[in-house]
């Protein structure tokens, strides 16, 4: 069985992690991104899947098209962004941590290479 690798793109790492575990397979690497004048961010997760004629992965569901995303207010002043800043510092933290996690397990799993 030969494994195929994904490239999968966005601008949440959460949800990347949760779409290569939909997919059955293994994080290769994460990676967070920024281009442009105004630093505009996103993540690459590249992932190796089970080859397709595999009965587990045609199982899966068919995926559906994101939820729409509440509208955000503006900053009301400062104190406003510097919270959103830290609470998104937060949230990227935490998701690279659950990378890192993923791709320790899945190091275990196949002997330590």
Same mark, same amino acid.
């Given at each position: 069985?030969?494994?195929?690798?994904?490239?999968?793109?966005?601008?949440?790492?959460?949800? *990347?992690?949760? &779409?290569?575990?939909?997919?059955?397979? #293994?994080? @290769?690497?994460?990676?967070?991104?920024?281009?442009? =004048? /105004?630093?505009?961010?996103?993540?690459?997760?590249?992932?190796?899947?089970?080859?397709?004629?595999?009965?587990?992965?045609?199982? *899966?569901?068919? &995926?559906?098209?994101?939820?729409?995303? #509440?509208? @955000?207010?503006?900053?009301?002043?400062?104190?406003? =962004? /510097?919270?959103?800043?830290?609470?998104?510092?937060?949230?990227?933290?935490?998701?690279?941590?659950?990378?890192?996690?993923?791709?320790?397990?899945?190091?275990?799993?196949?002997?330590?290479?």
């Amino acid at each position: 069985m030969s494994d195929r690798r994904l490239l999968l793109d966005g601008p949440d790492l959460t949800a *990347l992690l949760a &779409r290569a575990e939909e997919l059955g397979g #293994r994080v @290769v690497r994460a990676q967070r991104l920024r281009k442009g =004048l /105004l630093m505009r961010q996103w993540y690459e997760v590249t992932v190796d899947v089970p080859d397709p004629a595999t009965a587990r992965f045609a199982r *899966l569901p068919v &995926r559906r098209a994101p939820a729409q995303q #509440r509208p @955000v207010a503006p900053p009301a002043g400062i104190g406003d =962004l /510097l919270g959103a800043a830290e609470a998104a510092e937060r949230m990227e933290s935490e998701a690279s941590r659950a990378a890192r996690a993923a791709g320790a397990r899945s190091a275990k799993s196949r002997g330590g290479r």
